[in-house]
């Protein structure tokens, strides 16, 4: 398995640098003295007198900092594949947490039995999740962009924000794709009837145990909401890989309309 793991991860290295990373433009968000430094991609063949999808990525622990371009390690090349670009047209936002703050603001705790992560300072204590936050608000005022199909995926740490800025901004997204992450299931009722959900991680990840999948697909289910998930046998931490090959990770998403 950790042959095949080695394979799949340097053909997205492969594939990732024979693709245009500069097609991902920087961006800097300002709002009052703080900065969010993000990367946007545009729609395939762009019309300003059109209308697009809004595609939020949230990346791991492991591409903070403040280059805005480590945030592409994972993911970018999904969204940069020339038959996706024309068949899935949108905006694509890779936002770059700074590495004083997680998008979720959660701690490794071991000693917690119901999660492998807990929320330390509030929900409102993550100052880059906050500018995301204030960046989609924005984003999504533009004429360019469908309001009635925002979507937002992550992984690790970014699956653990997915389930974050789901909870506090319930109302804005058609559907979200977190994968091996958590989340804090006393605030899945603000979103669990009303946003799909497809859900991923590997079932030997030792990083993030897919027993907190599990918790947040039951507390979803609990509060009336019907998720889909998928678990990988014997894949461990690394399971993005395996859902960025799902041929219908991006057809499943662009199928959702906000109700």
């Known amino acids: 398995m950790k042959k095949i793991t080695l394979i799949i991860t340097l053909f997205f290295i492969s594939n990732i640098n024979s693709q245009n990373l500069d097609l991902f433009e920087k961006e800097i968000f300002i709002n009052g003295k703080d900065t969010l430094k993000y990367r946007v991609l545009k729609p395939h063949d762009f019309s300003a007198n059109k209308n697009y999808p809004l595609h939020l990525f949230l990346h791991g622990v492991g591409e903070r900092g403040d280059d805005n371009e480590k945030?592409?390690?994972?993911g970018a090349s999904l969204f940069l594949n020339e038959n996706n670009r024309k068949n899935y047209k949108s905006w694509v936002i890779f936002p770059q947490c700074s590495e004083k703050y997680e998008w979720a603001d959660m701690s490794f705790n071991p000693k917690d039995k119901e999660s492998m992560?807990?929320?330390?300072?509030?929900?409102?204590?993550?100052?880059?999740?906050?500018?995301?936050?204030?960046?989609?608000?924005?984003?999504?005022?533009?004429?360019?962009?469908?309001?009635?199909?925002?979507y937002v995926s992550g992984l690790s740490m970014g699956g653990m924000g997915t389930f974050e800025i789901l909870s506090r901004r319930p109302?804005?997204?058609?559907?979200?794709?977190?994968?091996?992450g958590d989340g804090r299931i006393e605030t899945v009722n603000e979103y669990a009837k009303n946003t799909p959900l497809w859900i991923f991680h590997g079932s030997s990840d030792r990083v993030v145990s897919p027993n907190n999948s599990l918790k947040m697909t039951k507390a979803i289910i609990d509060k009336g909401g019907s998720p889909r998930i998928t678990f990988y046998e014997?894949?461990?931490?690394?399971?993005?890989n395996n859902a960025f090959l799902e041929k219908d990770f991006l057809k499943w998403i662009h199928s959702k309309t906000k109700k």
């Not at 945030?71 to 994972?74: C, E, F, I, M």
């Not at 109302?171 to 091996?180: D, K, Q, R, S, V």
């Not at 014997?234 to 993005?240: A, E, L, T």
């Open 171 to 180: 109302e804005m997204f058609a559907a979200a794709t977190p994968i091996c």
């Open 234 to 240: 014997n894949v461990g931490h690394n399971s993005w």
């Open 117 to 150: 992560y807990r929320n330390i300072n509030g929900i409102d204590s993550s100052n880059s999740l906050n500018l995301v936050i204030k960046l989609m608000d924005s984003l999504t005022q533009t004429k360019t962009v469908n309001k009635n199909k925002v």
């Open 71 to 74: 945030q592409l390690v994972h």
